[in-house]
């Protein structure tokens, strides 16, 4: 069996999806917030489970709503003081697995007709295309 999970695995090394979230808001100089999806095949997922986090970034603290919606992981940024979410981020798990993960999905198959934008997230494994709806004003507050 480890033999056929290898065969349609990829050999190349994937920089971690908090990687990529870190170093894109470093990228963008700390912005007061963002929101984008990744593909799920671009990355190593080291953050499935979580939904509403913080995460810190040089100066700043963000508290970061995450979600799947294949093929994408879709992340909402905000720049706030540190806060605990831990019942929050409990919440969201539970909503996604009362509905089936259904809105998740549709979701992301939306996605894949609207996104409109894409930009490179340097990282130490290489470049990563992250997708948006629309091009985001950088540094905007809204």
């Given at each position: 069996m480890n033999k056929l999970v290898k065969l349609f695995k990829s050999n190349k090394a994937k920089p971690s999806a908090s990687e990529v979230l870190t170093s894109y808001l470093a990228q963008c100089k700390e912005?007061?917030?963002?929101?984008?999806?990744?593909?799920?095949?671009?990355?190593?997922?080291?953050?499935?489970?979580?939904?509403?986090?913080?995460?810190?970034?040089?100066?700043s603290n963000y508290h970061i709503l995450r979600t799947g919606c294949y093929p994408f992981i879709k992340y909402h940024c905000s720049k706030r003081p540190y806060q605990d979410l831990e019942i929050e981020d409990k919440f969201f798990r539970v909503i996604k697995v009362i509905n089936l993960g259904i809105p998740c999905l549709a979701y992301g198959l939306a996605a894949t007709q609207l996104i409109k934008h894409t930009e490179l997230v340097e990282t130490r494994k290489g470049a990563v295309k992250i997708y948006f709806l629309l091009p985001e004003h950088k540094g905007s507050r809204y």
């Open positions: 912005p007061p917030w963002t929101s984008y999806f990744i593909k799920y095949s671009s990355i190593d997922n080291d953050q499935w489970g979580y939904s509403h986090f913080n995460w810190q970034v040089g100066n």
